[in-house]
C-alpha cells in the first residue's frame, strides 16, 4: 500500500484507476524492460476516484475514443430511448422526427451537465449536418456531422469546421457517438459533445450561435482511412433566424430565414422582368407599328421596357439584401463556377438595361444620317445581345434553384417549363420573321433575319405618323391579313407569357 518509493502513490488514497491492454511490444534494453506507446490503444479510465485500499463495489468505466491526435475525449452515457429534448428544429415544422425533411433536438447530458446530448435526422443519402457559427454564413462554423462511410455503409460521426468555405476534418474528434442508422433514406444518430472541449477548432456551446443545418446526398469521402464530408452542392444548408444558445436555450428554432424568402423573391422578380416584359416591350416595337399607328406602339413600347428595368432593378437589389451577411455584404458565394457566371452576367445585363433608356434619350432624329448607330447600339447590340444573354442568365438562376424544388418532379421542372418557354418565343419570332418578309427575303441567312428583326425595323420612325396598311402590290385582303397574324401573334405572346408567368410563380411558391 505504501512502498516508501517517491515515484509510487499511496494507495491508501483516491485516485482514477487506468486501465490498458496494448499489443505493442514492450522495449527491452539490457535486463530491463520498459512499456511502449499504447498508440491507439487508449486505456479505459474510471469515472470516479476510487481508494485501492479499502473500497470494494465494482467501477464504473468511461470509454475513451481514440483521435489522430495524443489527446481523447471521455464520453458520458447516450440520452434514454425516450429523453426530452429542449432545443428542437423541425423541417418541416411539427413534424414526426422519423420523416422530417431534416431534425435536430438538443439536450443537456443526464450523467455529465458539462456535455449536451443531440439527436439528428435528415432525407440525405451522404451526410447530415449541424453547424454553429457567429454568422449567417459558412465560414468561421463549428460543424458535426453523421456520414455514411461508403465503404462500410455504416454511419459514423465527423467532427469538422468550415475554413473559408471549405470544410476540414478536425484532428481532435471530439463527438461521442451512441447510435447511428441509415434506413429508407434517412440518416439519424444520436450523439454527445462536451459544451467545452478546449479545442480551438470547437466552438463553446455556451454561446450565441446561429444554426446550419444540412442533410446532403453527395455520399461522403474516405482519405487515409477517415471519412470527410464532401460539397453539398445545390443542396445548401439552411440557417436560424437568430442566434441561440445550445447550452441553455429552450424551445423551437425557426429554421425559414428571409434570405430564402428573398432569394425566391429575386428570382420571380427576373423571370417577370426578362422573359415577360422584356420580350413583350421588344415585340411592340419590332411588329405592332401597322397595329398601333400615331406612334402608340411606341408608348407601350417604352412603358413595358421602363416597367422592365423597374422590376429587374428592384430584383437586382433584393438578392444583395438576402446576402447582406456575407464576409463580402450582398456578394454571393462564388464557389461554383455557375454562380461566378450567373453573378458576372447579371451584373454586365443590369448595366446595359439601365444605360439603354438613357441611350434613348440622347437620340437622333430618325431623318439623320448617324441613325443606323442608334438602331445598332440601342435595339441590335443592347435590345437583342444583352437581352438573350439575360434569358440565358435566368436559365442560369433556375439552375441554381435545384436546391428550393428539388422535391418537385426529380427537380427538373421549372427548369424544363423555362426552356419551353424561351424556345417558344425564339420559334415564334422566326415564323413570324419569315411569313412577313417578302417571297425573295426568305433564303437569306439567319444574320439577315435577325438584322431585319432588330435592326431594319427599328429605323422606321420612332414618331410614326399613320402608317396604312394599302399600297398598290397589296389586296386588301392580304393586308387584313396581315393585321390578322400581328394580332393573333400578340395574342399567343401574352396568353403563353401570362401561363409560364403563372406557372413558374406557382412552383416557386410551393416549393
Known amino acids: 500500500i505504501n512502498t516508501g518509493d517517491p515515484q509510487d502513490k499511496d494507495l491508501n488514497g483516491d485516485y482514477y484507476e487506468q486501465f490498458a491492454a ?74 414526426d422526427p422519423s420523416n422530417c425533411d431534416y431534425y435536430l433536438g438538443i439536450r443537456t447530458n443526464d450523467e455529465d451537465p458539462q456535455f449536451l446530448d443531440f439527436m439528428m435526422a435528415g432525407k440525405a443519402q451522404g451526410w447530415i449536418a449541424i453547424g454553429f457559427s457567429p454568422k449567417q454564413e459558412m465560414p468561421d462554423a463549428d460543424v458535426l456531422a453523421c456520414a455514411v462511410n461508403p465503404d462500410t455503409n455504416q454511419v459514423v460521426s465527423v467532427d469538422s469546421y468550415n475554413s473559408g468555405y471549405d470544410n476540414i476534418r478536425d484532428p481532435i474528434q471530439s463527438m461521442c457517438l451512441h447510435s447511428s442508422r441509415t434506413s429508407n433514406g434517412i440518416i439519424s444518430c444520436v450523439f454527445s459533445r462536451a459544451i467545452n472541449t478546449g479545442d480551438p477548432q470547437d466552438k463553446d456551446l455556451n454561446g450565441d450561435y ?46 425559414s430565414p428571409l434570405r430564402v424568402t428573398l432569394t425566391r423573391a429575386h428570382g420571380i422578380l427576373m423571370v417577370v422582368a426578362w422573359p415577360v416584359l422584356a420580350v413583350i416591350g421588344i415585340f411592340f416595337a419590332a411588329w405592332m407599328k401597322p397595329v398601333l399607328p400615331n406612334g402608340w406602339w411606341f408608348q407601350v413600347h417604352r412603358a413595358i421596357m421602363l416597367l422592365s428595368l423597374f422590376t429587374a432593378s428592384v430584383g ?27 453573378f458576372v452576367i447579371g451584373v454586365l445585363v443590369m448595366l446595359f438595361h439601365s444605360a439603354n433608356p438613357i441611350i434613348a434619350v440622347f437620340r437622333c432624329k430618325p431623318t439623320a444620317s448617324r441613325r443606323w448607330i442608334f438602331n445598332v ?15 440565358a442568365n ?38 413570324v420573321v419569315i411569313v412577313k418578309m417578302k417571297e425573295k427575303e426568305k433564303p437569306l441567312s439567319m444574320r439577315s433575319i435577325v438584322m431585319k428583326y432588330f435592326a431594319k425595323e427599328s429605323t422606321e420612325e420612332v414618331e410614326a405618323p399613320l402608317i396604312e396598311d394599302k399600297d398598290s402590290s397589296q389586296t386588301p385582303s392580304k393586308a387584313q391579313l396581315a393585321l390578322a397574324l400581328r394580332y393573333g401573334v400578340m395574342v399567343a405572346l401574352v396568353g403563353v407569357t401570362g401561363s409560364m408567368m403563372v406557372a413558374m410563380v406557382l412552383l416557386l411558391a410551393i416549393s
Open 377 to 391: 447600339l440601342h435595339g441590335t447590340i443592347i435590345g437583342f445581345g444583352i437581352g438573350t444573354l439575360a434569358l
Open 394 to 431: 435566368c436559365g442560369l438562376g433556375v439552375a441554381l434553384f435545384e436546391d428550393i424544388f428539388a422535391h418537385i418532379a426529380g427537380g427538373h421542372t421549372l427548369l424544363w417549363v423555362y426552356i419551353g418557354f424561351v424556345s417558344f418565343i425564339f420559334v415564334l419570332v422566326a415564323i
Open 22 to 95: 496494448v499489443d505493442n511490444p514492450a522495449v527491452v534494453s539490457g535486463s530491463s524492460v520498459s512499456l511502449s506507446n499504447h498508440k491507439n490503444q487508449t486505456p479505459s479510465i474510471s469515472k470516479k476516484m476510487v481508494n485501492p485500499a479499502i473500497d470494494s463495489t465494482p467501477l464504473d468505466i468511461a470509454i475513451l475514443l481514440p483521435s489522430s491526435s495524443s489527446s481523447s475525449v471521455s464520453c458520458p452515457s447516450g440520452p434514454s430511448s425516450g429523453a426530452q429534448y429542449r432545443l428542437v428544429t423541425a423541417i418541416p415544422a411539427g413534424c
Open 316 to 342: 437586382f437589389l433584393v438578392i444583395f439584401v438576402a446576402n447582406k451577411d456575407y464576409s463580402i455584404p450582398g456578394l454571393i458565394p462564388l464557389k461554383r463556377p455557375l454562380n461566378i457566371a450567373h
Open 210 to 255: 446561429y444554426e446550419q443545418f444540412a442533410a446532403v446526398d453527395n455520399p461522403a469521402e474516405v482519405v487515409s482511412g477517415n471519412v470527410i464530408l464532401t460539397y453539398h452542392g445545390s443542396q445548401t444548408p439552411l440557417i436560424s433566424n437568430s442566434k441561440v444558445n445550445p447550452a441553455s436555450t429552450n424551445g423551437s428554432v425557426s429554421s
